[in-house]
């Protein structure tokens, strides 16, 4: 919750600040991304997707994972992994625990997700590397601003 005020008090600040000078203002773009040691229906990770408000906050990030797999589980922490097996858990069936998250402002999200893949999720040598299967999205401007109409010609 501290991180989300933070965040929100630094998209404040830049709101404030004349964003485009050749054009119509947009949202700041946030993407916050990491390990966040929660599945999807956790409460912490439904608090940063605005399906759930905690202490009178609520925030919207679109879940990059979710924008592009839809019903794909895209487990990050899974017993594929063999350092899994060996580690403190070696009971985890596997879930989603990492996430590349966009912020959406009045108008929805203010990047384009085109795409969203696990990568090193494959030993190279031999060597695994990490206990977690990295997430990598591909973000890209939309064709105009959200909240704007785009020109027609």
């Not at 050749?22 to 916050?32: A, F, K, Q, R, Y």
């Not at 759930?52 to 487990?75: F, K, M, N, T």
Request: hydrophobic share 35%.
């Amino acid at each position: 919750m501290r991180t989300a005020r933070y965040i929100e008090e630094l998209v404040a600040e830049r709101r404030s600040e004349p964003l485009n000078p050749d054009g119509p203002d947009t949202e700041p773009h946030v993407v916050l991304l990491g390990d966040f040691d929660a599945a999807p229906d956790a409460a912490s990770v439904r608090f940063w997707t605005g399906r759930q408000s905690l202490a009178g906050i609520s925030v919207c990030y679109q879940d990059s994972w979710s924008a592009v797999r839809r019903a794909e589980p895209g487990h990050t922490f899974s017993p594929d992994n063999p350092l899994i097996r060996v580690g403190l858990m070696p009971l985890d069936r596997g879930r989603r625990i990492d996430y590349v998250l966009v912020r959406c402002g009045p108008h929805g999200p203010t990047l384009d997700v085109v795409d969203c893949r696990r990568v090193l999720a494959e030993p190279v040598d031999g060597v695994w590397a990490s206990d977690h299967f990295g997430v990598l999205a591909d973000l890209r401007l939309p064709p105009h601003p959200p909240g704007t109409w785009a020109e027609t010609r």
